[in-house]
């Protein structure tokens, strides 16, 4: 099994361009997560899926989108990058909410 | 909801006993207690978890006290490939029906030769 993988590994965008990061997980989880991590600081919560075909807000779910429409992929969007959305990007999957199982992340810089 | 706070920094010997204490004063008793690491910018590994049992595994044990407001993650013999930073984390349920985590800032352990 790969577990949890993230394309791309990395990512350099000018501000207005746009986006997407690929998630996907092969262990038949049913829940899936975007998490952003900045400097010095834990990681938070953009959004989140509990199921394919369903996504929820997290806690900073500002200028992103989601979308499952297959069980083992979740796409994270960025319409119109920004300077502030420079960060790295972490994907993670759990079963049924338990335990979360992260990617490796993506590195993301907005010019 | 619950969140934690833990040392900022911590240094432990090799082959020594790493002893990583975390307070979760406000946690619920529904809410589990997870402990996860980062190691450079690694995705964060789990490592373990627990309600208010003991718990152990092959990578560490967790001591939870009695009253639930404060926790340990032990790692026994430490090594050098354990440097990296601890997050102790609260699971609580959210009011869409799933489990959230609240990542703090964690504990940066180094591991000396």
């Known amino acids: 099994n790969a577990g949890v993988t993230q394309t791309p590994k990395f990512r350099v965008l000018k501000t207005g361009q746009s986006m997407t990061l690929l998630c996907a997980q092969d262990m038949n989880h049913e829940y899936m997560y975007w998490y952003r991590q900045d400097p010095g600081m834990g990681l938070r919560l953009i959004h989140y899926s509990v199921g394919e075909g369903t996504t929820a807000k997290g806690e900073v779910p500002d200028g992103y989108n989601v979308s499952r429409l297959k069980k083992q992929n979740f796409l994270l969007g960025l319409e119109s990058a920004a300077p502030s959305q420079t960060s790295v990007y972490f994907c993670a999957s759990s079963y049924w909410g338990d335990t979360q199982y992260f990617g490796p992340g993506t590195r993301l810089t907005v010019l | 909801d619950a969140k934690t706070t833990q040392p900022t920094s911590m240094d432990c010997a090799e082959g020594r006993a790493a002893n990583l204490p975390c307070n979760h004063s406000t946690i619920s008793g529904n809410e589990y207690v997870y402990w996860y690491r980062q190691i450079h910018s690694q995705g964060p590994q789990y490592i373990i978890h627990g309600l208010k049992n003991n718990e152990t595994n092959e990578m560490a044990s967790l001591i939870i006290t009695e009253d639930r407001k404060s926790s340990t993650l032990i790692l026994p013999h430490a090594t050098l490939r354990d440097t990296a930073v601890y997050y102790c984390?609260?699971?609580?349920?959210?009011?869409?029906?799933?489990?959230?985590?609240?990542f703090g800032t964690g504990t940066r352990l180094k591991v000396l030769a």
């Open positions: 984390i609260v699971r609580f349920p959210s009011t869409s029906g799933t489990y959230k985590y609240i």
